[in-house]
């Protein structure tokens, strides 16, 4: 056991913070905070706060990345230096080089980049505070900015992560489960389809522990995806 680790994770059916294992943190979402940028969100997600802004399309700067058969989507994932315990070194560093790459293939497969030739669509994604599953709530919140922007898109993206603690598979792990969980699987999925457009794994799982974890994760991304609908209908009206 680790220092810190709690020796139980589910106690009487019920996790750390009070929650059933398929039940999700509490979500709001809110489209079109930002004046300057062409589209926001801001989201609230459990003990995570982001922001996402939303520009372009617009003229690419350097030239060279140019795409003359399509926009280039650039997404910028940052952790401000008081979004964690251990203040957070400000500047790139691995992981945020890759969580961006990671947002930014998640989002290219909604996002209707041919339209838009030798632009750039930048979406920088701030996290203002984190208690695991930044990623989920970075992707969830960056795919309302672009739509807030007008962007024409397939759907908007949801995203969800389950894990495994205790031996049992949960949907949306807090900050505790994912230190000293077993497993960490974020999901992103296209509603209408039911495409994955993202799927990632940390940890093991058997077949079976997978295929759970999966559902979770699916079933997750349906409930944040009624919550992306609702703050654009609050912000554009509509049904
Ligand atoms: N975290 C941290 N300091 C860091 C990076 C991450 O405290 O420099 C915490 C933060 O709460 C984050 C969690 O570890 O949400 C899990 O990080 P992970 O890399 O698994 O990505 P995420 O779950 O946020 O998508």
Redesign the pocket.
Known sequence: MKVGEPEEFIIDGKRLDGRAPDELRPIKIEAGVLERADGSCYLEWG??KVLAACYGPREIHPKHEARSDRAALRTYYR?APF????R??PGP?R?SVE?SKVIRNTLESVVFLHLFPMTAIDVYIE?LQ?????????ITAASVAIADAGIPMKELIPSC?SGKIDGKVVVD?F?TE??YGEA?V?VAIIPRTGEIALLQM?GNLTQEEFEEALNLAVKGCKDVYEKQKEALMKRYGGE
């Open positions: 003990g995570n952790m979004s964690v315990n251990d957070k070194r560093d992981r969580l996290i984190a208690q695991a599953g930044t990623r989920c709530a970075g992560a792990l900050d994912d230190n960490d974020p940390d």
